[in-house]
């Protein structure tokens, strides 16, 4: 109960310590000798003093000792065995608690050999007994031992001596501190002597052991002393033989401590595990010429079953004539699957920790005892992970399952879109984590991430339907081997909510205007005019307005731009249009496309200045695209167009020149000309566009008037919107702004910053932009302090070092209403107070 439990089974102790308590801790193991000391348990002392550390799946771990292992106390019949515990919540064991557990176990009667092998150690134990006649004799005196082994007085009275190990190719002795440096444990008691071999030990051999021989073929082999030639399907056992002498008054006794264990001997066919354990074994057989089974039992962690167990777990166990077999079903009642990694992939093995006991009389020994303790695990088996989505529409929520997966296996973290985040932190970015347990001790995951998460990809599949894909990795541990591995999850559900984005149209006297309303599927789709990627760069290019909040597109386009298309053309209207498509942002697939159409005045291609200088734009029609408006004339076929695009060609002359007619009459004067297009080498036009200008006919008339103070204009009040913008410029120029993507703009105190404020809405002609205050702050909030006025009502601040300066604006291509900007030079400074710069 508690921490710690503990069970006995003949010779062996198990103490398991409770995987509850000792879950998410770091610990230290300590062995109490009898003095009280606390030693801590390595691999190096397990093996040389009788410990085995064994882990489960369910993170439970058992502690083995042997009777005679180094640190036990045997008095009559008892052996007792302390352990400690220090556990921590720290790697480095700071403020670790306590825990110690001393367990006893009786053994009654010890046969002359007793041999076990546990996983990490062979260890054999053999009577020690000394004939009468020894006994009876007198003791010589010390100095006589010392005269002929000097080395013999570092040993006790009743001590072992020195260990030879009998090897193929010579025989090699080693004395008792020699043999425990080498990691050999050794001991004797007042009935026993005692041999401990790691697998590791130099001396130990491999050696193949068949099991079709027959018992009178190995007695005889056994009684010449010989090994047998064995064929390659022999079961191979790690062999040590050795003899060990020990002092006994004046006399030397020698003991034959040969110990085998078996390294193989299992096989995995349909779904069982067969075990098969020879009976007869060379090294322990040698000398002998008789032969008799006494015993087997055989159970699963240190516990002896039944038949009756045996036969409901389905267990078979077989004591054939040459070997004995067990059989066990792969999943049976005993064992545990744990998680296993191969190459990457996921897979389960089942292990089985089985124990077989066999007792035999020979006339060499008498009764010998064979304790085999084997940890079976069966070859790599991949898993496959099952990922359920069930979504939660009414909540929002895609609820997706993954798993199951087996006690040992813990998550740790998730991959959000490249971001790793550990389990309890992902609430933080929308996930829910919860464990399912079942009752056989596997466990799932479920994930709940709402439908609006960020890291939920949504994509518009057709119709009205949206897909929601959640991919995310997650990462697992497991214990105790502490290797990690990741299951990719990608699940996928479709939905019925998808609200495809519309528009509205319309027109003033000088513009088109498409404003979409988006839906909730354009988010990543791109505006497109034909192939060309409208961008803000490129809308600024070509002179168009381009707006985005977020939830609407506006896009306003001068009805002579190069993306009108013209469609029909009379007298008394011009039909132009402009067509916008939406398209994916990664497959550029064509998603939703809109226009805006409108009738314009064909005024609006012609100016007739006063001056006498006419401004005529010809326009090509949908139909004549093979038209190069570049090659567009007048009648003069050297007057060529001053401005091209792909639909339009524009020409500046005079009145008087170009080839242009007039005629007058008694009111007007009209002036007359032709833009035309000749294919080489023809002369009749493929394009004729005729147009005139009318200017009223001079006349003198004498007028009279009369000074009168006219009444102050009136003002009408009004609302309506009005647009308006704020840019920084790079150069005085004033022909390239700094983009988004370009702030933070780095100067220094002095350079000159270009600002230019442009009303953009509405496009009036008798609207005057007029500035008024403009004051500079320290941070992002107009209201701020301290702040510093550029203009005071209109006019430079007479407190400035350098004073701001205006710059005129004349008309241009982008510039249509020069009154409706303003450009003003304003020099770098930073806000001061007392000697302290408040910012770079």
Not at 440 to 457: R, T, W
Not at 604 to 612: D, H, V
Not at 738 to 750: A, C, F, G, I, T
Not at 802 to 817: C, E, M, P, Q
Request: proline share 5%.
């Amino acid at each position: 109960t508690g921490p710690m439990s503990s069970e006995c089974l003949g010779n062996l102790l198990r103490i398991t310590l409770s995987a509850e308590y000792f879950e998410d801790k770091y610990f230290s193991l300590f062995v109490v000798d009898q003095s009280g000391t606390a030693w801590e348990l390595d691999e190096a002392m397990a093996a040389q003093c009788g410990y085995t550390v064994t882990y489960t799946t369910w993170r439970s771990i058992q502690f083995h000792a042997s009777a005679l292992s180094c640190h036990s106390h045997l008095e009559k019949d008892v052996f007792t065995v302390t352990i400690q515990i220090r556990a921590s919540h720290t790697p480095d064991l700071s403020n670790a608690t306590t825990h110690q557990k001393s367990a006893s176990c009786h053994y009654g009667q010890w046969s002359p050999r007793e041999i076990i092998c546990e996983s990490n150690y062979m260890e054999v134990s053999v009577r020690r007994e000394v004939p009468q006649t020894i006994k009876d004799f007198v003791r010589d005196l010390p100095e006589d031992w010392t005269l002929v082994f000097p080395e013999a007085k570092l040993q006790a009275e009743d001590s072992i001596w020195q260990i030879v190990f009998h090897q193929p190719e010579e025989k090699r002795a080693l004395l008792v501190s020699n043999a425990w440096s080498a990691g050999y444990g050794l001991n004797t008691t007042d009935s026993r002597v005692l041999l401990r071999v790691p697998y590791t030990a130099a001396q130990v051999q491999l050696l193949k052991v068949g099991v079709l021989l027959l018992a009178q073929q190995a007695a005889r082999l056994c009684r010449s002393n010989q090994m047998p030639s064995l064929q390659d399907q022999g079961i191979t056992f790690s062999v040590l033989r050795s003899s060990t002498l020990y002092k006994y008054q004046w006399v030397i006794l020698m003991v034959d401590t040969a110990v085998a264990c078996p390294v193989d001997g299992v096989d995995y066919t349909n779904k069982t595990i067969t075990w098969t354990v020879p009976k007869y074994i060379p090294p322990l057989s040698a000398g002998m010429t008789s032969f008799k089974d006494v015993l087997v039992e055989a159970g699963v962690d240190l516990r002896k079953l039944s038949a009756k167990e045996m036969a409901s777990r389905k267990y078979v166990l077989l004591n054939g004539l040459k070997a004995i077999t067990m059989k066990i079903p792969i999943g049976a009642e005993g064992g545990y699957f744990k998680t296993s990694l191969s190459n990457g992939q996921l897979g389960v093995k089942y292990t089985i920790n089985l124990f077989l006991k066999h007792q035999w009389e020979d006339n060499k020994w008498g009764l010998t005892k064979h304790t085999i303790i084997k940890k079976i695990e069966t070859p790599f088996e991949q898993a496959e992970v099952a990922i359920t989505n069930n979504l939660n529409l009414s909540a929002g929520l895609m609820n997706v399952t993954v798993g199951t997966f087996l006690p040992d296996a813990e998550l740790v973290n998730l991959t959000i879109e490249g971001v790793v985040v550990a389990v309890p932190e992902a609430v933080q970015h929308g996930y829910l984590i919860h464990r399912t347990r079942y009752a056989n001790g596997s466990k799932a995951y479920v994930i709940q991430v709402p439908l609006d998460a960020p890291s939920v990809k949504k994509e518009y599949m057709g119709e009205d339907m949206r897909a929601y894909t959640l991919n995310v990795t997650l990462t697992f541990i497991t214990y105790p081997s502490s290797e990690t591995f990741v299951v990719p999850v990608i699940a996928l559900s479709a939905v019925r909510d998808a609200v495809l984005p519309s528009a509205t149209g319309f027109c003033d006297g000088r513009n088109l205007h498409l404003i979409i309303t988006r839906g909730n599927v354009d988010q990543n789709w791109l505006p497109f005019v034909s192939d060309w990627h409208l961008t803000q760069e490129a809308a600024q290019k070509y002179n168009y307005v381009l707006r985005d909040n977020g939830t609407h597109l506006a896009i306003s386009v001068p009805f002579l731009s190069a993306h009108v298309s013209y469609e029909g053309f009379h007298t008394s209207a011009i039909k132009a249009s402009f067509y916008l498509t939406l398209k994916d942002d990664i497959t550029l697939a064509q998603r939703r496309d809109f226009s805006v159409s409108c009738v314009f005045p064909p005024s609006e291609l012609i100016q007739c200045l006063p001056n006498g200088t006419v401004i005529i734009t010809a326009i090509k029609l949908v139909g004549g695209e093979d038209l190069d408006t570049a090659l567009f004339v007048l009648r003069d076929r050297q007057c060529k167009p001053s401005l091209v695009t792909e639909n339009t060609a524009t020409f500046k002359f005079n009145v008087n020149t170009c080839g242009t007619s007039r005629k007058f009459n008694s009111t007007t004067m009209t002036y007359e000309n032709e833009v035309l297009y000749f294919r080489p080498g023809n002369d009749i036009p493929l394009y004729q566009l005729k147009f005139l200008c009318f200017y009223a006919v001079e006349q003198t008339a004498d007028v009279q008037y009369e000074s009168k103070k006219n009444p102050p204009p009136s003002m009408m009040p009004g609302s309506g919107c009005l647009a308006l913008s704020l840019k920084l410029f790079k150069e005085k120029s004033y022909s390239e702004p700094y983009q988004e993507s370009e702030y933070p703009v780095v100067k220094y105190l002095r350079e000159a910053l270009y600002f230019e404020v442009e009303l953009l809405q509405p496009k009036d002609a008798r609207l005057d932009l007029n500035l008024d205050d403009c004051w500079a702050t320290n941070s992002q909030s107009q209201d701020s302090l301290p702040q510093w006025h550029i203009l005071i009502e209109g006019c430079e601040n007479n407190k400035d070092s350098y004073t701001t300066v205006f710059h005129k604006v004349n008309y241009s291509l982008r510039v249509k209403f020069p009154q409706h900007l303003k450009r003003f030079e304003v020099r770098m400074f930073t806000f001061v107070q007392d000697t302290s710069l408040l910012q770079e």
